[in-house]
Each structure stands twice: as structure tokens, then as C-alpha cells.
């Protein structure tokens, strides 16, 4: 069981430049999650799906896009990447019913020079 | 709105002595407060919930809703403590994060 997987681990862009991350569970898990950690700034959340086929905004969408593709697999793009981009990039999941456990991927580390 | 204020970015203490991480919230209705984990180069985790009431790995934490607040303690710091934590709220919304406390323990 790989649980929350996360892909890539590190990535260096360009300004300007998109890439997509790539986040895959295997907990059978309803809702999905997008965080950004920044230091100084806690956990942030980007965009969340609570069901296939759903998605919400979050506290700082602005410069991102997501797909909730099925139920396993939630992926967030840039879709033209700035500096204030650089952070540490968490997805994660809920198991439905549960009050509140989130079960969080490694994380990727994205660099926007 | 929801919001976690963790007033300490970093908290340095003793091996054997008391340990008190600060968590206040601010939520109209009935929160669920929760404390994450962060070891160094591990994934965030849960380390325990308000309504679980329960103690792990020696911490507990009280929910005080007179004082809006959710502290996080242990009567005796060890050094695997040493860690990232965090505070959140789940009230109307999904789970809301504090900034963030940085527990060094030291030897």
C-alpha cells in the first residue's frame, strides 16, 4: 500500500514556464486535497475535490488549475509558473465519513527561477 | 471565518522539561481541532484530535472553548520530539492550518 503518492519529487522551472503534479492514491478515499508550505506561512490550501468529478477553490487558487481525473488521481498545473510559486507542494486525502484525518503525500519541491 | 494562530514559530526546551505548544482559533460554530505532526523528512501526520481525547506519545491537549484554544503538552520533553507541528481547525470548511511551531529539544 503506497498510500498518497506524489509526483515529481523536486522540480526546477523557468518563469513562465507549466508543468503539472501528479498526486495518486491508493486508500479508495472520496476527497483529495492540494496544500502549499511555505515557510512562515503554515499549510495553505489550494484547491480540494470531495467527490470524482468535483472541485473547489481554496484559500489561494490564483495561478493554478486541477483535475480530479478519477477517483484515485488529483493533479494541479501551472499553468505559467512565477517565483511566488516556489514552495513545497502537499496533495492529500480524507477518508469519508472520518472528521478529519488527512493522510499526506512526501511532498514536491518546486523552484520557480 | 475560520483561522489558527500558532504564536510561536520556534520553541526550544530542555530534554526532561515541559513542553506547551500554544493553539488558538477563531470559529463562529462548533470546531474540530486537531494537532499534525511533521519529523524531519517524514510526511505530516496526524498526532491527535480533540475528540479522541486521547494521549500520544505523551502529548495531550485540551480543547478550552472558553479561551479558544487547543495547547499542545507533554510533561517531558525528549529529543524525537524535536519536529514540526502544526495546529488545525475543521469547522464549516476543509481543515484550516496554523503556521506552524518548530520544537527543538535539546540535550
Known amino acids: 500500500n503506497a498510500g498518497v503518492t506524489q509526483t515529481p519529487k523536486f522540480q526546477v522551472l523557468k518563469t513562465g514556464q507549466s508543468m503539472t503534479l501528479q498526486c495518486a492514491q491508493d486508500?479508495?478515499?472520496?476527497?483529495m486535497y492540494w496544500y502549499r508550505q511555505d515557510p512562515g506561512m503554515g499549510l495553505r490550501l489550494i484547491y480540494y475535490s470531495a467527490s470524482e468529478g468535483t472541485t473547489d477553490k481554496g484559500e489561494v487558487p490564483n495561478g493554478y488549475n486541477v483535475s480530479r481525473l478519477n477517483k484515485r488521481e488529483f493533479s494541479l498545473r501551472l499553468e505559467s509558473a512565477a517565483p511566488s510559486q516556489t514552495s513545497v507542494y502537499f496533495c492529500?486525502?480524507?477518508?469519508?465519513?472520518?472528521?478529519?484525518?488527512?493522510?499526506f503525500g512526501e511532498g514536491s519541491r518546486l523552484t520557480v527561477l | 471565518a475560520q483561522r489558527v494562530t500558532q504564536p510561536e514559530k520556534l520553541l526550544s526546551v530542555f530534554k526532561g522539561a515541559p513542553v506547551e505548544l500554544k493553539c488558538n482559533y477563531s470559529?463562529?460554530?462548533?470546531?474540530?481541532l486537531f494537532w499534525y505532526v511533521q519529523y524531519s523528512r517524514q510526511r505530516l501526520q496526524l498526532l491527535l484530535r480533540?475528540?479522541s481525547r486521547e494521549s500520544i506519545k505523551g502529548f495531550t491537549a485540551d480543547l478550552n472553548k472558553g479561551e479558544t484554544s487547543f495547547h499542545l503538552k507533554k510533561p517531558f520533553a525528549q529529543e524525537e520530539d524535536s519536529a514540526m507541528y502544526y495546529c488545525?481547525?475543521?469547522?464549516?470548511?476543509?481543515?484550516?492550518f496554523g503556521k506552524g511551531t518548530r520544537l527543538s529539544v535539546i540535550a
Open positions: 488545525a481547525l475543521r469547522g464549516n470548511t476543509p481543515l484550516v
Open positions: 492529500a486525502t480524507k477518508r469519508e465519513g472520518n472528521t478529519g484525518e488527512l493522510f
Open positions: 486508500m479508495n478515499h472520496n476527497s
Open positions: 470559529y463562529s460554530g462548533s470546531p474540530e
Open positions: 480533540h475528540i
